[in-house]
């Protein structure tokens, strides 16, 4: 290589660094490695700026657009061991004096320009900053108070600073890692979450910021996590404070479930709950008089007894004290002599008679039995007599496939295939097959050459067989044999409808539900509470009859619609309403939030005033649960009143039933009135029962005191509020036993008064024959249908079939006016559900089994052909279509 030889130009009055290159360079341009980076200035210490480059004849700063000069350029030059390039490099400081000069103009900047003879190249720009951090933040991190599992947000915004500030947070003036606290991040704004409160995160929070001036801390925020308070279970009621007659007894339970902690609220209600009872009084046993002394026996003794029978001791009274057999020594005078040898004599041989007499009769009684036991076997001497009836049979009857066969519901999958026909003794019915479940689909179609019957309005022939041997199975076992209480019925896909009567429960079964082809068999039946008990706890409460239609697993296109009655106030900002569905291992499990719906999941629910309406696309066990969410809630309960039919004494009885204001419970207490001979007084009255924890009082008043006077000692009878509420028994009633004076005596006028401890009441007032005709209960029951429990096909439903597809396919196909099934849904006051019914594949026909469900019984076809003229389609006339072509 070349020596390379330095030389000095000017440009202008500035001198800078030159070197001659080697012409073998002369064509490169100059380019950088390294360039001046951003830099801040930390107090007064100045900062320093490196810029190198190769191949450069020369190297120069410019600042804030001025050229720096040469003497505070600090040059360095060195060549390329591999290249045999110069290597230029150039520092120079920088000091706060000056940044300082240009404040208030932009920022401070730097460039590096590198010569070579083929021309120039200029570096990034480089910032000077003068580096601070202010004191104060703009937004400090506030106390705060949670609840337990709350997500909890502190805010924080650091100070001004250059550069900006880090955050950090520190907890206890621990630093938080939210790498290994996954309970707590750090947003982008630099804000803090603990995502769900825990004890342990009650603390003092730091909010750090911190840059490479300073390091500041915030005010340390407190947060405060609370629990508060809740019940625990109640205490077994005491024993009664009174040993005889009425008393008291008490219960209690303590605010430790959780306990309140950290300022948390205390438990509302109360703590002690007090109820009346009524103790048996204990009888002490008393003496009867002596009997007479007995006659002086040859021991010159006499006795005489007595016995503890007046009274007998009873309800845990006391025995009588002292003997109750005593003797006496008789005088010289009374006392017998000793018998002379001949009497003794006499007693001898008698007592060898009646020895004779006994081995006598006991020979003739062997003679007999062995006598009749020869004849037997002579008339039995050929033993195939005795077995002819326990050999099998080898006859086979002609229609061999009608014999009932045993139904298998082991299998895993409850479905059924085949028909369900009567057991009778293998005699040829219509339709008669088999009952099986299988794995395969349920009911395939029916054979060539066999007939089946769609069953309207009636079960097979013996409902109450069928339901036992449902019953005998691992599913079914809870299954009621009560018939009265059971609808049955065989369906296609043309739908139907069962309905228990009385009671305020239906399953609609809408067109095309059930596949075509396919034939189901489905029952529906009402539980009984105290079969089946419903897991409750805290403030639930059992709102509606416990439901199972099934058989579970069918397979079904569209939803069925559940009707059942509930008692609660349908007030939902008071309540909590779940609906509960039984599984295949018997835990009840919440399917649906009432006010929480999601269109995406099986099950959905309409609550009316007085009814529920479930929409299910599966069959099973279900029920509606309550939870009180003030003590503003209230169930309603029905109020029936009832005594005997005939009354021949003095003593009159009224009996008040408190129940559910559920028809299911009101058909019960009807038919159990009805075998016990009662008759009804008075037309059932509705109460409202809050969730106050008070007890229910119950007193008649304002009988004429000339002709009746009460037997009850004290002023009311009381029902336990949590008897009433937790809905485990399905009713409740109280007895109040009057008096009349006189046998004359028929009218009866009074005052019956009920009402809660420490809350509102009402009064009714009674006023009736004892001896007239009772009053027809029957005018009571609401569901008097004479086409029976079960229909199948057109006879279900309101709307014929041709009707019902016609307005789907003319509302289905959305409308740019709105004409369309959403205008129906809102004409009849079902656009709550408007989300609902646009998730399934024809709304229209979703809204139609909704009206059919809730109008079976009070339906007009013409309101609903008004409907549709109003919507303003033209299909409105398609309801004046003939019979014939429905």
């Given amino acids: 290589l070349k020596s390379v030889v330095f030389n000095k130009i000017c440009i202008g009055t500035e001198h800078v660094a030159t070197a001659t290159l080697p012409a073998s360079f002369n064509d490169l341009l100059p380019h950088f490695l390294v360039e001046p980076d951003d830099e801040y200035i930390v107090k007064n210490k100045p900062v320093t700026l490196t810029c190198r480059s190769t191949p450069a004849t020369q190297i120069y700063f410019k600042c804030n657009g001025e050229w720096v000069h040469q003497d505070d350029h600090l040059i360095d030059r060195t060549v390329d061991p591999a290249t045999g390039l110069p290597i230029m490099q150039v520092k120079i400081d920088i000091s706060r004096q000056q940044v300082e000069k240009i404040f208030g103009l932009d920022d401070y900047w730097c ?224 006392c017998l002599q000793t018998a002379n040898g001949v009497e003794d004599v006499a007693l001898y041989v008698g007592i060898v008679a009646v020895a004779l007499c006994l081995t006598l009769i006991l020979i003739v009684v062997v003679l007999v039995y062995r006598r009749k036991k020869e004849g037997l076997d002579a008339d039995v001497a050929d033993s195939s007599i005795l077995t002819t009836g326990f050999q099998p049979m080898g006859i086979k009857p002609k229609n061999s496939h009608l014999l009932t066969i045993q139904p298998d519901l082991t299998t895993t999958t409850t479905s059924y295939q085949g028909t369900l026909h009567s057991r009778h003794d293998g005699t040829t019915h219509t339709g008669t097959s088999k009952f099986s479940m299988t794995n395969g689909p349920l009911l395939d179609p029916l054979p060539n050459g066999s007939h089946h019957t769609l069953h309207n309005g009636k079960m ?129 499990e919440d399917v649906l939030m009432m006010g929480e719906e999601l269109i995406s999941e099986p099950y959905y629910c309409q609550l009316e005033a007085e009814t529920c309406r479930v929409f299910s696309e599966q069959l099973g066990r279900f029920s509606l649960v309550g939870e009180s969410l003030n003590m503003s809630a209230a169930k309603r309960l029905r109020l029936v009143l009832f005594s005997d039919a005939y009354c021949s004494t003095l003593e009159y009885n009224i009996r008040v039933y408190c129940m559910d204001d559920t028809q299911d419970v009101f058909k019960e207490v009807m038919q159990m009135e009805r075998q016990l001979g009662g008759r009804l007084i008075d037309e059932p009255h509705v109460l409202l029962f809050k969730d106050s924890y008070h007890n229910l009082r119950l007193s008649i008043h304002d009988m004429p005191q000339a002709h009746w006077r009460s037997k009850l000692l004290a002023g009311y009878q009381e029902i336990p509020f949590y008897h009433i509420w937790n809905g485990s028994q399905r009713f409740l009633h109280c007895t109040f036993t009057l008096e ?113 469900a809730q109008h079976f019984h009070s339906g007009n076809l013409n309101q609903l052909a008004t409907v549709m003229a109003d919507i303003g389609k033209q299909e409105a006339m398609i309801f004046l279509v003939s019979d014939g072509e429905c």
Wanted: some cysteine; proline content about 7%; overall charge neutral.
């Fill in 111 to 334: 460039q590096c320009v590198a010569w070579s003879t083929t021309g120039t190249q200029k570096s990034q720009k480089a910032y000077v900053r003068i580096a601070y951090l202010r004191k104060n933040f703009e937004e400090e991190p506030m106390a705060k108070e949670v609840a337990l599992n709350q997500e909890v947000l502190l805010r924080c915004h650091p100070p001004e600073g250059v550069p900006a500030a880090e955050v950090e947070w520190q907890r206890n003036e621990h630093v938080i890692d939210p790498v290994n606290e996954p309970n707590f991040l750090v947003t982008a704004d630099r804000n803090l979450i603990i995502k769900q409160a825990r004890l342990a995160d009650t603390a003092n929070y730091t909010c750090v910021a911190k840059n490479i001036v300073a390091r500041r801390k915030s005010s340390p925020a407190t947060v405060l996590v609370y629990v508060n308070g809740g019940w625990s279970t109640w205490t077994t009621w005491s024993a009664c404070s009174s040993v005889c007659g009425r008393g008291w007894q008490r219960r209690s339970r303590s605010c430790t479930n959780p306990t309140p902690l950290n300022g948390g609220m205390a438990c509302d209600g109360q703590n002690v709950q007090k109820s009346a009872c009524t103790a048996t009084c204990p009888v002490d046993g008393g003496w009867s008089d002596w009997s007479n002394w007995s006659e002086c026996g040859v021991d010159c003794s006499m006795w005489r007894s007595r016995e503890c029978t007046q009274p007998s001791p009873g309800t845990g009274g006391k025995d009588c004290q002292g003997i109750d057999l005593q003797s006496l020594n008789c005088t010289s005078q009374q």
């Fill in 460 to 588: 097979t022939s013996d409902p109450a067989e069928f339901m036992t041997r449902l019953s005998n199975q691992t599913y079914f076992k809870t299954l009621p044999r009560d018939v009265a209480n059971t609808s049955y019925g065989t369906f296609n896909f043309l739908g139907g409808r069962l309905t228990i009567p009385n009671t305020g429960i239906s399953l609609l079964i809408p067109p095309e539900a059930i596949p075509r082809g396919k034939i189901y068999e489905i029952y529906l039946t009402a539980q009984r509470k105290e079969d089946l008990r419903l897991p409750l706890a805290g403030c639930q409460t059992l709102l509606s009859p416990i439901v199972s239609c099934g058989p579970p697993g069918v397979v079904l296109t569209r939803p069925t619609i559940l009707s059942m009655d509930h008692c609660s106030d349908a007030c939902p900002e008071n309540w909590a309403i779940r609906l509960k569905k039984q599984n295949y291992e018997g835990v009840w």
């Fill in 740 to 852: 009349r004076l006189n046998l004359s005596t028929c009218e009866l006028t009074c005052q019956l008064c009920v009402w809660q401890v420490e809350g509102e009441g009402q009064s009714f007032s009674l006023d009736f024959n004892i001896d007239s005709r009772p009053l027809d209960p029957e005018f009571l029951l609401m569901d008097n249908n004479p086409s029976g429990s079960a229909l199948a096909g057109p006879s279900a439903f309101q709307i014929p079939y041709l009707i019902r597809q016609k307005i789907c396919s003319s509302l289905d196909t959305p409308c740019p006016n709105g004409a369309d099934w959403r205008l129906l849904a809102q004409r009849l006051k079902l656009d709550r559900h408007m989300s609902f019914f646009a998730s399934k594949a024809s709304p229209t026909s979703v809204i139609l089994d909704l009206w059919e």
